[in-house]
């Protein structure tokens, strides 16, 4: 028998871990038969156990798919360009990274009321091109989306897991009124992103991907000059091989301290978040390791509130592919998480159906707006939506 020894990173409170645990039961019970009555299980229940404290999130429906379009809307980002919030999104016929698969996008003056949808690039199925939504970012010039680009290929059986043998490149589309939109070809390769990059306090722009031919490293996207995007970042290779971590979708805020903590979904521990942290602006990262941040095995989200704390948004429990409940965790000082908050949650259903889409709400991200923190999510990998929370609904 062989015993491995993987380092492991503590990062929530004994009560919020108590509170999770209780969580556990009630989203696991009604499988074994119990219904969904706890008492029917444990005897008198407390109020309020196994619960977290619903935030009234205002909702706003960005995109519908149908049948006669395309049914399949997800991988989702949003940013504030001047006056207005803008969402954009993978939209593909049928099925997840399926040909045809393009990336189109909304925007809004007060996140409730979406203009009609366009497209930032178009893709024709037969031309067998798969091209993913990876990410937004805004300066006082210029919206930037990133897209991640497939070469064209003939698919047996449609999904994501087909896309893993092919070529992979990060293309960058950049407008200055939300109507024209210039490309930039090839500004990294080999990296699957899924999040656009964010300033560091020392002015750097970063983001984080996969290295798309060894999943076992995280790529960390580094740009010196953050006023011209378009010029190929620095690619920084975090390998999570040591502790058998398969990085995915990295998001990251900056502590106080300067920290930079890089949260990882992980393809190896598949209901535990990874994490790799630098203190020296992202250049030198630490060993990345396991931690008991439970996660679905889905995308979560890393920010700072305004007012400082820092947050993670996610379907953050341990039931593997449940996502029938969006959470937010928070921390006074970005290593303990200590609260958790219900954004949304609830019983969906798929309308279409289609390879890899699951009910549930998916891949959160967010900006934090002053006094508002909006949430965009995709439902059923259908519908896009946006959530709008006020601040201080946060105890």
């Known amino acids: ?24 039961f009630y989203v696991s019970l009604p499988l074994a038969g119990y219904g969904d009555d706890m008492n029917e299980w444990h005897g008198e229940l407390p109020d309020g156990w196994a619960e977290f404290p619903r935030l009234d999130a205002r909702r706003s429906r960005v995109f519908a798919g149908t049948e006669e379009g395309n049914s399949y809307n997800h991988h989702q980002s949003i940013c504030r360009f001047r006056d207005r919030y803008v969402v954009a999104w993978s939209s593909a016929p049928e099925h997840e990274d399926s040909p045809g698969q393009e990336v189109r996008y909304s925007s809004s003056t007060d996140a409730g009321q979406w203009d009609a949808y366009r497209t930032i690039v178009a893709t024709e199925p037969a031309s067998g091109v ?5 990410g937004l970012y805004a300066d006082e010039a ?29 293309d960058l589309y950049r407008s200055a009124d939300l109507t024209n ?13 899924f999040e656009g990059p964010r300033r560091t306090r020392d002015g750097k722009l970063l983001c984080c991907g996969t290295n798309h031919r060894d ?28 502790n058998g971590i398969h990085p995915h979708q990295g ?60 947050y993670l948004i996610g379907n953050n429990f341990d039931q593997f592919l449940n996502r029938h409940h969006l959470h ?23 309308r279409v159906p289609g390879q890899h889409k699951e009910n549930g709400y998916h891949y959160p991200n967010s900006i934090a707006d002053g006094e508002r923190l909006l949430v965009v999510y995709s439902v059923n990998k259908e ?13």
């Open 1 to 24: 028998m062989e015993i491995i020894v993987r380092k492991y990173a503590r990062t929530l409170s004994a009560e919020l871990q108590t509170q999770i645990n209780q969580f556990r």
């Open 215 to 242: 999943r076992s490293q995280a790529s960390m996207l580094i740009w010196d000059d953050p006023d011209d995007p378009t010029r190929p970042p620095r690619v920084l290779q975090v390998s999570g091989a040591a």
């Open 251 to 310: 998001s990251w805020y900056q502590s106080d301290d300067g920290r930079i903590w890089m949260w990882q979904r992980d393809g190896g521990n598949l209901t535990r978040l990874g994490l790799t942290w630098s203190d020296d602006g992202g250049e030198r990262w630490s060993e990345m390791v396991s931690t008991d941040f439970p996660n679905s095995f889905s995308r979560a989200h890393a920010g700072r509130l305004e007012d400082g704390r820092c």
């Open 142 to 170: 210029y919206v930037y989306c990133f897209v991640g680009y497939t070469e064209p290929h003939a698919m047996e059986r449609p999904g994501m897991t087909s896309i893993v043998s092919r070529d992979m490149r990060l």
């Open 383 to 395: 519908d896009v939506e946006v959530g709008v929370v006020e601040v201080r609904s946060f105890a």
């Open 130 to 134: 798969v091209r993913n939504q990876a």
């Open 328 to 350: 937010i965790a928070l921390s006074d000082d970005g290593s303990c998480f200590d609260r958790m908050y219900t954004v949304v949650q609830g019983e969906t259903a798929r």
């Open 181 to 193: 939109w210039e490309e930039f070809t090839g500004v990294a390769e080999q990296v699957y992103l």
